[in-house]
């Protein structure tokens, strides 16, 4: 269960399963909430705001989780459902398969562009496939706050789903 709808949360902070991914240096540049008053289904969905006084360089906001239950060799589709509110460079999904220390693959939506126009919830996906001596799968949801000033990304229903079975 990787808690993709965020329903489940032990505080008001961050839902089971999930932390939020901020250095003490960049934090006064974003926050990240659980928030209970805007989602796609539940009740629930995770945030993040970039604040107005984000400075003119990238730096990447995520949420991040590490996925247990996935199999070597197999082939996966992970789709999650995102609303944006002033954004002008859009979210993705982020997956890093590792071999203890060392990084030996990824996956990511990052080359799907979203309608930033559009405030309703849109969906994202990508598939992806386990590599041999993946150790470690980390998952992460994300925006750069680079260009998007005071701008705010919800991501809900977030799910994995295999494709294939070799």
């Known amino acids: 269960n990787i808690n993709g709808g965020f329903e489940n949360a032990v505080d008001e902070i961050a839902p089971d399963g999930w932390s939020a991914n901020k250095l003490p240096q960049i934090k006064k540049y974003a926050e990240f909430s659980l928030d209970n008053s805007v989602s796609h289904g539940g009740n629930k969905s995770i945030k993040i705001s970039i604040l107005k006084n984000h400075p003119s360089q990238s730096i990447i906001y995520n949420w991040v989780r590490r996925l247990d239950g996935l199999n070597v060799g197999e082939t996966y589709e992970l789709r999650c459902w995102v609303k944006l509110m002033n954004i002008k460079i859009t979210p993705f999904l982020n997956i ?63 799910t994995i789903s295999m494709i294939s079975n070799n």
């Not at 071999?99 to 990052?110: K, M, P, R, Y």
């Not at 126009?117 to 994202?124: A, C, D, G, R, V």
């Not at 994300?142 to 990304?153: A, C, E, K, L, T």
């Open 96 to 158: 890093e398969f590792w071999n203890n220390d060392l990084s030996i693959g990824s996956a990511s939506t990052s080359k799907k562009i979203l309608n930033v126009k559009n405030n309703s919830w849109q969906l994202i996906k990508t598939v992806f496939f386990v590599p041999q001596a993946t150790t470690k799968i980390i998952l992460s949801a994300g925006i750069n706050g680079m260009n998007n000033n005071g701008g705010i990304v919800w991501f809900d229903d977030l």
